[in-house]
């Protein structure tokens, strides 16, 4: 008998289960039994956990479980139970920017995020068969790309002693999805166990003296890929019977979610940006930054060494006129949105309140025209400037921080002193070009 992170514990009596939450080893039968004081005369009832520290968050109750990444973006998590299978234990995995890594995850940090674990009881079991046991529907409040589902200590084993009790080998199925039906794909770990596009199932089951990852319970981290508003996935378990069986058959199913990031790469004085990338992008194509970290803060990446692609071509001119300064940007835009954009004029190394220009872009647009109103002259030289698709206009307002959707690009520009041609509109007008390196 094994807690769900696959830690041998003594005897497979469910009254001694721990996990390990944060790093603390928790006794869930303790747990409940001092929930019950307070719940006497309320059947069925479990209350919702809080996690409201750290950098992501959930809450937790029996039909319900609500989510928060630190981009902004929302996950609703509706359980419906098969059967009569109900839920005995809704618990919260707290936010652990000290979390351990962890050998079937990916990135390996995937526990520093917050989740949830729920404790499944009382579905049909069917000694050398399978039970349905729960459907989990993920909505989340706005489109996302390639969201990573890390399942871990998923899977159960219930008995009075070694010689007399039941384990149930867990799948998960692929069961629908919105705009479309997404996959699996496997990114790490689920030793034991075979992932296909639409389910996560053991390679085989049989007798076990304990259990770990890989051995009744498993263990890793799957890409939903493609971009989804919404996933449903269905628990399964197999039970292989010992002796007389277990009492009551239990099953524990625990997640964490990450999203993929663009993140800025300007130099440091100019402040971290950081997206969630969904449905809607900056130029042709938005790629993921920090696949080997999940994010607990907004980070950066190096100057200069993103490949972005909404300003293009040597030199890529901003055209001006007097002192308005305008620039076509290329855009996906899949639903609302607006561009922002900031260009150090001063070159003081801060984008700065009034060197920012906002302009909406319509649901299907395919370009943005920004444009830059400044009161004198700029001077010659390098300059900074980001651009920032964001999904609402209060995102507009800073050029760092965390959005819940779009893209962040900065690229670096050479002021000069413009001349009479096509991209300039007069004589003695300013122009941005690309900055050779």
Same mark, same amino acid.
Request: aromatic share 8%.
């Given at each position: 008998?094994?807690?769900?992170?696959?830690? $041998?514990?003594?005897?497979?009596?469910?009254?001694?289960?721990?996990?390990?939450?944060?790093?603390?080893?928790?006794?869930?039968?303790?747990?409940?039994?001092?929930?019950?004081?307070?719940?006497?005369?309320?059947?069925?009832?479990?209350?919702?956990?809080?996690? *409201?520290?750290?950098?992501?968050?959930?809450?937790?109750?029996?039909?319900?479980?609500?989510?928060?990444?630190?981009?902004?973006?929302?996950?609703?998590?509706?359980?419906?139970?098969?059967?009569?299978?109900?839920?005995?234990?809704?618990?919260?995995?707290?936010?652990? $920017?000290?979390?351990?890594?962890?050998?079937?995850?990916?990135?390996?940090?995937?526990?520093?995020?917050?989740?949830?674990?729920?404790?499944?009881?009382?579905?049909?079991? %069917?000694?050398?068969?399978?039970?349905?046991?729960?459907? @989990?529907?993920?909505?989340?409040?706005?489109?996302?790309?390639?969201?990573?589902?890390?399942?871990?200590?998923?899977?159960?084993?219930?008995?009075?002693?070694?010689?007399?009790?039941?384990?149930?080998?867990?799948?998960?199925?692929?069961?629908?999805?919105?705009?479309?039906? &997404?996959?699996?794909?496997?990114?790490?770990?689920?030793?034991?166990?075979?992932?296909?596009?639409?389910?996560?199932?053991?390679?085989?089951?049989?007798?076990?003296?304990?259990?770990?990852?890989?051995?009744?319970?498993?263990?890793?981290?799957?890409?939903?890929?493609?971009?989804?508003? /919404?996933?449903?996935?269905?628990?399964?378990?197999?039970?292989?019977?010992?002796?007389?069986?277990?009492?009551? $058959?239990?099953?524990?199913?625990?997640?964490?979610?990450?999203?993929?990031? *663009?993140?800025?790469?300007?130099?440091?004085?100019?402040?971290?940006?950081?997206?969630?990338?969904?449905?809607?992008?900056?130029?042709?194509?938005?790629?993921?930054?920090?696949?080997?970290?999940?994010?607990?803060?907004?980070?950066? @990446?190096?100057?200069?060494?993103?490949? *972005? *692609?909404?300003?293009?071509?040597?030199?890529?001119?901003?055209?001006?006129?007097? @002192?308005?300064?305008?620039?076509?940007?290329?855009?996906?835009?899949?639903? $609302?949105?607006?561009?922002?954009?900031?260009?150090?004029?001063?070159?003081?190394?801060?984008?700065?309140?009034?060197?920012?220009?906002?302009?909406?872009?319509?649901?299907?647009?395919?370009?943005?025209?920004?444009?830059?109103?400044?009161?004198?002259?700029?001077?010659?030289?390098?300059?900074?400037?980001?651009? %920032?698709?964001?999904?609402?206009?209060?995102?507009?307002?800073? &050029?760092?921080?965390?959005?819940?959707?779009?893209?962040?690009?900065?690229?670096?520009? /050479? @002021?000069?002193?413009?001349?009479?041609?096509?991209?300039?509109?007069?004589?003695?007008?300013?122009?941005?070009?690309?900055?050779?390196?």
């Amino acid at each position: 008998m094994t807690t769900p992170r696959g830690r $041998p514990v003594r005897g497979p009596r469910s009254d001694r289960t721990t996990i390990d939450i944060g790093g603390s080893k928790v006794a869930i039968r303790g747990l409940l039994a001092g929930l019950a004081v307070v719940l006497v005369g309320v059947p069925g009832l479990v209350p919702a956990a809080y996690a *409201d520290v750290g950098p992501s968050s959930f809450t937790n109750a029996a039909a319900t479980a609500v989510g928060r990444t630190p981009s902004g973006v929302t996950v609703t998590v509706r359980k419906k139970m098969i059967g009569k299978t109900r839920v005995a234990s809704a618990e919260v995995l707290p936010a652990n $920017p000290a979390a351990d890594d962890d050998e079937y995850l990916a990135p390996a940090n995937a526990k520093t995020a917050a989740g949830f674990i729920d404790l499944y009881e009382d579905f049909a079991a %069917r000694p050398g068969g399978w039970s349905d046991v729960a459907t @989990l529907t993920f909505t989340f409040s706005r489109p996302v790309r390639d969201p990573s589902l890390h399942v871990f200590g998923t899977g159960g084993s219930s008995g009075a002693s070694t010689a007399n009790r039941d384990d149930f080998w867990p799948a998960i199925d692929m069961v629908s999805g919105l705009p479309v039906k &997404p996959a699996f794909a496997k990114t790490a770990g689920f030793p034991g166990y075979r992932v296909s596009a639409g389910t996560i199932e053991p390679e085989r089951v049989y007798s076990v003296r304990s259990t770990t990852c890989g051995v009744v319970y498993t263990c890793g981290t799957v890409k939903v890929a493609g971009t989804v508003t /919404e996933f449903t996935i269905k628990l399964r378990a197999r039970d292989v019977r010992y002796g007389a069986g277990g009492t009551n $058959p239990q099953v524990w199913g625990s997640f964490k979610l990450s999203l993929t990031e *663009d993140v800025s790469d300007a130099p440091v004085s100019y402040g971290a940006a950081a997206h969630a990338i969904g449905d809607s992008f900056l130029g042709r194509s938005v790629s993921a930054d920090h696949g080997a970290a999940v994010g607990t803060r907004v980070r950066g @990446l190096p100057a200069g060494t993103d490949d *972005d *692609d909404a300003v293009t071509g040597s030199p890529a001119r901003v055209a001006s006129c007097d @002192l308005t300064y305008s620039l076509v940007v290329p855009v996906r835009s899949q639903s $609302p949105a607006y561009v922002a954009g900031w260009i150090d004029f001063n070159h003081n190394g801060r984008f700065d309140a009034d060197e920012r220009a906002v302009t909406r872009v319509a649901d299907g647009a395919l370009a943005a025209t920004l444009k830059w109103t400044v009161t004198q002259t700029p001077r010659t030289g390098p300059a900074w400037m980001r651009l %920032r698709l964001v999904t609402s206009a209060g995102a507009t307002a800073s &050029p760092t921080g965390w959005a819940d959707g779009g893209e962040v690009e900065d690229h670096q520009i /050479e @002021l000069v002193e413009g001349t009479v041609g096509a991209d300039t509109a007069e004589s003695g007008a300013w122009r941005a070009e690309a900055a050779t390196n």
